[in-house]
Each structure stands twice: as structure tokens, then as C-alpha cells.
Nanobody, 124 residues
Framework: QVQLVESGGGLVQAGASLRLSCAAS????????MGWFRQAPGKERDFVAT????????GYADSVKGRFTISRDNAKNTVYLQMNSLKPEDTAVYYCAASYSSDTQVAANRYAAWGQGTQVTVSS
């Protein structure tokens, strides 16, 4: 079982940038595709971005494409989410997740382990 801990959230103004980090421990990190999801108050948890175990393939939700970048450092057991040009509608709790698979995954039910989440708030 892999354990995930997110960090890097905070309160920023619209147009600013944040970088989220997710540190993994437990089973070998490099065997899993990883993903970021987010959940706004009163809404379902939505897919944000995914990266394959090697980092060679990525995928993004349309709402963040061109603004967010997912990356990973397997030597540091860490996955990142660089968020640029933040908008108020990006406000949510952001969750890191480790997939059952080595390939990119969009569906939440393809993820076996989840972090506790980190709050991102974007003011207008």
C-alpha cells in the first residue's frame, strides 16, 4: 500500500501560480501512474491531470489544459502539479492519487490510494 501526502496549497489571487507536491511512501512509487483530482464544495471529485509511471504520457481535463502541468520525480517519490493562471473556479481541495495501472487514468475508480488533500483557494 502506498501512502500519499500533498502539500503546497494556499490562498492566492487570480492569475497567480502554485505548485502542489505529493510525496509517496510504501510500495515502489515508479510502478504506478499518478493523478490529481479536485473537489469543490458541494460538487463531485473531478479529474484534473494524470501521468504514466515513466512520466512519458500525461493527460489533462479540458478546464486546466494549457494552464496546469503534471510531472513526477521517481527518484524523489514525488509528483507535482504546477498551476499557472489560476482562476476562482480552480478553488477546491486537491487530491493526489496512485493508480492500479502504470498507464494514465482518468476515472477515479482506477486509483487505489488517495492523499488527504490540500486546499487551494483563488480569490478574484
Amino acid at each position: 500500500q502506498v501512502q500519499l501526502v500533498e502539500s503546497g496549497g494556499g490562498l492566492v489571487q487570480a492569475g497567480a501560480s502554485l505548485r502542489l507536491s505529493c510525496a509517496a511512501s510504501g510500495r515502489p512509487f515508479s510502478t504506478n501512474a499518478m493523478g490529481w483530482f479536485r473537489q469543490a464544495p458541494g460538487k463531485e471529485r473531478d479529474f484534473v491531470a494524470t501521468i504514466s509511471r515513466s512520466g512519458g504520457s500525461t493527460g489533462y481535463a479540458d478546464s486546466v489544459k494549457g494552464r496546469f502541468t503534471i510531472s513526477r520525480d521517481n527518484a524523489k517519490n514525488t509528483v507535482y502539479l504546477q498551476m499557472n493562471s489560476l482562476k476562482p473556479e480552480d478553488t477546491a481541495v486537491y487530491y493526489c492519487a496512485a493508480s492500479y495501472s502504470s498507464d494514465t487514468q482518468v476515472a477515479a475508480n482506477r486509483y487505489a490510494a488517495w492523499g488527504q488533500g490540500t486546499q487551494v483557494t483563488v480569490s478574484s
